[in-house]
């Protein structure tokens, strides 16, 4: 398996545009999850899928940020306007719920640097 | 406070061991994990322990739980330049998605 893919690696991006993160998570995964990493906050869950249905996005910033995980096999994070406060490194990672209470390791991409001017 | 805290940053000398060292708070919690991420990449686990062990044991890595202080640790014995990274300790409750902190930056130098 690749692991799981996102797209774009880099982006530059200038203040007011739209900007979309892709992600495939790894097959057979039912939950996925969105990142933000930052020197000042660290990690971040932004939200996350199981069963392509969002379950949890009160880390969300603002309305400004969405995610849309349209089959399982595919999901994206918009940010619309982006702002140069939203420039950060983005990660996708998907696992396998399994049972309730087990060992559920979660698998990360290699993420997606984002600069906004 | 934050529900994961560990240290930012160690530094330490080739061939010696490395000591990090987290705390957590959540008492449920079933799993804690340790994460390695190396520059330019994202998170990979490297290794993790069920609350119902006291240490676990994986070549040059040993992972310590004292679960009455809510105390995790990861020790790398014989550090090596391979080892630099940001270590990232999480929690795990049962059936709920994992807390994490916000990682220590390793250096090993020569």
């Known amino acids: 398996d690749a692991g799981v893919i996102q797209s774009p690696r880099h982006e530059v991006t200038e203040m007011g545009q739209e900007v979309t993160l892709r992600c495939k998570p790894i097959s057979g995964h039912d939950s996925l999850f969105w990142y933000r990493q930052t020197m000042m906050r660290g990690l971040e869950l932004l939200i996350y899928f199981n069963n392509n249905v969002p379950i949890d996005d009160s880390g969300m910033p603002e309305d400004r940020f969405s995610a849309k995980m349209p089959n399982a096999s595919f999901s994206t994070l918009k940010i619309q306007p982006s702002e140069p406060r939203d420039s950060a490194v983005y990660f996708c990672a998907s696992s396998f719920s399994g049972t309730s209470g087990g060992h559920n390791e979660q698998f990360f991409g290699p993420g997606t640097r984002l600069t906004v001017l | 406070g934050e529900d994961v805290e560990q240290s930012l940053f160690l530094s330490v000398r080739e061939g010696d061991s490395s000591v990090i060292n987290c705390t957590y708070t959540?008492?449920?919690?079933?799993?804690l994990y340790w994460y390695k991420q190396e520059p330019g990449a994202g998170l990979q686990l490297l290794t993790y322990?069920?609350?119902?062990?006291d240490m676990k044991q994986d070549q040059r890595l040993t992972v310590l739980l004292n679960k009455k202080d809510k105390h995790l640790s990861l020790r790398i014995a014989d550090t090596q330049t391979g080892d630099s990274a940001i270590y990232f300790c999480?929690?795990?409750?049962?059936?709920?998605?994992?807390?994490f902190g916000r990682g220590t930056s390793l250096i090993v130098h020569p």
């Open positions: 959540d008492s449920s919690s079933t799993y």
């Open positions: 322990i069920f609350s119902n062990m």
């Open positions: 999480a929690e795990k409750p049962g059936g709920y998605i994992p807390t």
